[in-house]
């Protein structure tokens, strides 16, 4: 069945691998043994808010942004979530496998989206504009603000500590958790 040429049942299988984001949970929380970490797309979800937020605040091109934020883990439906570590292992096979499970998914959609999503993840991907930036930004951001919680809500907070080494080079962004990070990057 389609619509005016977009095959209504490609995008039904586009949104369903979506979906299966909803199920795959962060493996930085699962190695930090935090019960019920939480998902991929939950984590997407709050990157999409931050990006928008400071998007906006630096008076970006916020549409572009939440684009971005939203297609920034897509690959991960297939690919799975895999932490820095076992990314670094795969070295360039990693980047590869990514590639392709990300054309692999937007190739279900119409040609012109398929291009439009391709070109702004591999905008994403490059840091090729400065709404890439701050979307890299806002992902990293998330992540340290879900490890500050999975600590007030009692989780170990040595098998946390690696994740306060990460760098948050936006001004705004950065300074939304400054003392939480230097807190806890002074620890022995």
């Known amino acids: 069945m389609s619509d005016g040429g977009v095959r ?3 995008v039904i ?6 979906g299966r984001l909803k199920g795959i949970p962060r493996t930085g929380w699962v190695e930090a043994e935090i019960k019920e970490p939480e998902s991929v797309a939950d984590h997407c979800f709050r990157t999409v808010v931050l990006a928008m937020v400071t998007a906006d605040i630096r008076g970006l091109n916020t549409e572009k942004a939440l684009r971005m934020a939203i297609l920034h883990d897509l690959a991960e439906a297939e690919t799975g979530d895999l932490t820095p570590e076992q990314k670094d292992l795969m070295g360039a096979g990693y980047s590869r496998e990514e590639k392709r499970a990300m054309e692999s998914i937007l190739s279900l959609l119409p040609k012109a989206l398929d291009r439009k999503y391709r ?3 591999h905008e994403y991907h490059d840091s090729s504009s400065p709404e890439a930036v701050i979307v890299k930004q806002a992902d990293r951001l998330e992540m340290l603000l879900q490890a500050l919680e999975y600590e007030e809500k009692g989780a170990d907070a040595s098998k946390l500590r690696h994740f306060w080494d990460t760098k948050i080079e936006d001004p705004i962004l950065s300074e939304l958790l400054r003392p939480e990070i230097e807190k806890r990057r002074g620890r022995v």
């Open 13 to 18: 299988e586009f949104l369903r691998a979506v």
């Open 119 to 121: 070109t702004l993840w």
């Open 8 to 10: 209504l049942e490609k």
